[in-house]
């Protein structure tokens, strides 16, 4: 069973940046792609970017390729996105999500296997 607490999310203004930090305990970390979702008030969770397991690939979702960037650190058992030139419409809960998958591109939320609670972003105009 793998745990996954978010961390980072705030307030912020258009055209700022703000660093999301996922942490993840109870299994074996390298084993896991992990993945950002992200769901805005009245509206489906979407996918926001995904790492494989070495890091060496990734996949981002079309609405925020460019200004956001995911890593991760597999010393630390840790996953991050880099949030950059936020605009209001990225204001949403974000949450990390482990896969076991393989795969580089994994939008569906049925290809992530835990999940964690949750951060609000909220990017003002």
């Known amino acids: 069973q793998v745990q996954l607490v978010e961390s980072g999310g705030g307030f912020v203004q258009a055209g700022a940046s703000l660093r999301l930090s996922c942490a993840a305990s109870?299994?074996?970390?390298?084993?896991?792609?992990m993945g950002w979702f992200r769901q805005a008030p009245g509206k489906q969770r979407e996918f926001v970017a995904r790492?494989?397991?070495?890091?060496?690939?990734?996949y981002y979702a079309d609405s925020v390729k460019g200004r956001f960037t995911i890593s991760r650190d597999n010393a630390k058992n840790m996953v991050y996105v880099q949030m950059n030139s936020l605009k209001p419409e990225d204001t949403a809960v974000y949450y990390c999500?482990?896969?076991?998958?393989?795969?580089?591109?994994?939008?569906?939320?049925?290809?992530?296997?835990?999940w964690g609670q949750g951060t609000q972003v909220t990017v003002s105009s």
């Open positions: 790492i494989i397991q070495s890091g060496g690939r990734t």
């Open positions: 109870g299994g074996t970390f390298s084993n896991y792609a």
């Open positions: 999500a482990a896969s076991i998958s393989r795969l580089t591109i994994a939008t569906r939320e049925t290809s992530y296997d835990y």
